[in-house]
Every structure is written in C-alpha cells, then in structure tokens.
C-alpha cells in the first residue's frame, strides 16, 4: 500500500493522535530492531507520547523482558501470534502506557521456512483500558511482505504504527466503519 504523497508519515499521524486522546506508547520489538521506536522518536516532541522501545530480538530476551510465556514461544516459536500479543502486553504493562506494539517476523534473506518464508512478521497491538472496565485487550496481524531485509524492516515498522493508528481511531470512532 503506498503512501498518499500529501499525506503526513505514518509516525507524524500516530503521534498526532496520540497527543490528542492524551494517549502513550510502548514498543517491543524483535526483527525491527529498533526501527519503530526510531521511527515514533524521529517526530520533534515524542517524549509528549513515546515511553520506550525494548529490543528483545532472543527469546530469553522475550521472556526476561516482557513476560512472554515460555509455554507461548515452546509451542509456537517466536514468529507467531501468541508471542507478538504477549510482548505487546507486556511492552504496555511494564511501562504503564495506553498503548503497547509488539514486531516479530523474519527479516531474512535467510531464516524462512515452507510455512514462515522470509518477510512473515506478527504485529502485537495492546490497548490499556481503564481500571475495572474489562476494556483492555490486545489483537495480532499476521503478515508477509517482500523485498531486501531493509524493505522488509521498513515495511514491518510502519504497518506496526499503522496497525495501532487504526486501533486508536476505532476506540475514537466506534461507529466509523458502520455501513447504513
């Protein structure tokens, strides 16, 4: 999907609505390496929204870090859904934010599999929902792209954004994808 040129980057537009819902952000990531918290902190003024980014690219760094069950990253490997959920949370509630995203893929050019080829990442999307209103909860994509292990990171970082700025706009909007 490419970028409509009069269109704001997808760090400016997150960071932007995180500032008007008041809202922050967590990141946890493996196979970005970073790129997604660079990407928040390349906006002036993200200190208003951006807490943290936790490179946890080993599993014990998965498990020490963010809390992901050994149980999760045993029965599913660290490509999957189970995991990218569990370090979104995790990344959301170690640092106490509204918001937690969470990367885990293969970058390649090596690594893939039949059934995870080179560019399969999990996005993790964790929304803190107020005290005692059963409100929270997290969700994952699952995708595949294609390209150089830079494209591929690129790609994967700014569909992690993008995932949480759908999210947001949902919560703002609950009625917006409606159809009358």
């Known amino acids: 999907m490419a970028q409509d040129p009069n269109e704001p980057p997808i760090e400016e537009r997150l960071g ?3 500032r008007e819902t008041d809202a922050t952000i ?4 493996s196979c ?3 790129l997604v918290g660079s990407l928040l902190t390349d906006v ?3 200190s208003d929204y951006f807490d943290r980014s936790l490179v946890t690219y ?3 760094a998965k498990r020490a870090l963010l809390a992901v069950p050994r149980e999760d990253l045993d029965a599913h490997g660290a490509v999957s859904a189970p995991v990218a959920r569990a370090m979104a949370r995790g990344a959301r509630d170690t640092a106490d934010t509204t918001w937690g995203v969470a990367t885990t893929g293969i970058a390649g050019p090596d690594g893939g599999t039949d059934e995870k080829p080179v560019g399969t990442v999990h996005v ?3 929304y803190a929902g ?5 409100d929270s909860a997290a969700a994952t994509e699952h995708h595949v792209f294609e390209g150089s292990r830079r494209e591929v990171k690129r790609k994967i970082a700014e569909r992690a954004l993008r995932a949480v700025l759908e999210q947001l706009d949902e919560r703002r909007n609950p009625n917006s994808n409606d159809t009358a």
């Open 130 to 134: 107020g005290w005692g209103t059963g």
């Open 32 to 34: 970005t390496g970073g």
């Open 16 to 18: 932007d609505a995180l």
């Open 58 to 60: 080993s599993s014990r």
């Open 44 to 46: 002036p003024g993200s």
């Open 124 to 126: 993790g999307v964790a």
């Open 26 to 29: 967590a990141v946890a990531e």
